[in-house]
């Protein structure tokens, strides 16, 4: 139904939108965040990770420019909209009905929206930033490893400055390759 509403209103996703995107979920899919990293191989991990390379993009992105009109900031919000749409995809080939599929969209845009809050006042906060991983990658954890949790908040802060050295107009063309993670991991040692 949405689909069809966003075809016939001639709402659809930029190529650039959905190259970078379809990336994203490829490289938070990488099996070294499931296995060196611990975080749970379950639908609410796999949606974490997806979350927090948004995060990292976006974050990249707004810095840019904070203008409505920004290129960088009109592509941030075109990568949530694919994000949503693809959650929205996902629920309902899940299975679930109609009238579940709006609340269960809800809840997830709460929680993408309190991580992406809880990442950005982590990048000030080492503290803050692996209480946020914690919680949001780590939650069903009933014991987390520290060193683990330690890794993850450097592999976040590599990220950032990773991404902070990528052109701008790199990120927007849908150009940006991502590093492989354990490649990235290692460099940071």
């Not at 949405?2 to 001639?10: D, E, F, I, S, Y």
């Not at 330690?150 to 990528?166: G, P």
């Amino acid at each position: 139904m949405v689909a069809l509403l966003k075809k016939w209103l001639g709402h659809s996703t930029p190529q650039s939108v959905h190259a970078t995107y379809i990336a994203l979920v490829a490289r938070a899919r990488h099996p070294f965040f499931y296995t060196d990293m611990q975080v749970p191989d379950t639908l609410d991990g796999r949606f974490e990770m997806i979350v927090l390379h948004l995060f990292l993009l976006q974050h990249r992105l707004v810095r840019e420019g904070s203008n409505a009109d920004a290129p960088t900031t009109i592509f941030a919000r075109q990568l949530s909209e694919a994000f949503f749409d693809d959650m929205d995809r996902s629920v309902r080939e899940l299975g679930v009905a109609d009238t579940g599929v709006s609340k269960r969209i809800k809840k997830m845009g709460k929680a993408y929206h309190g991580a992406l809050q809880h990442y950005a006042a982590g990048l000030a906060d080492d503290t803050a930033l692996k209480a946020a991983l914690a919680r949001n990658l780590y939650g069903t954890v009933a014991e987390g490893d520290v060193a683990v949790l330690e890794a993850m908040a450097a592999f976040v802060r590599t990220e950032v400055a990773r991404l902070a050295e990528v052109p701008t107009a790199t990120l927007i063309a849908g150009d940006y390759v991502w590093a492989e993670p354990a490649m990235a991991a290692a460099a940071r040692k």
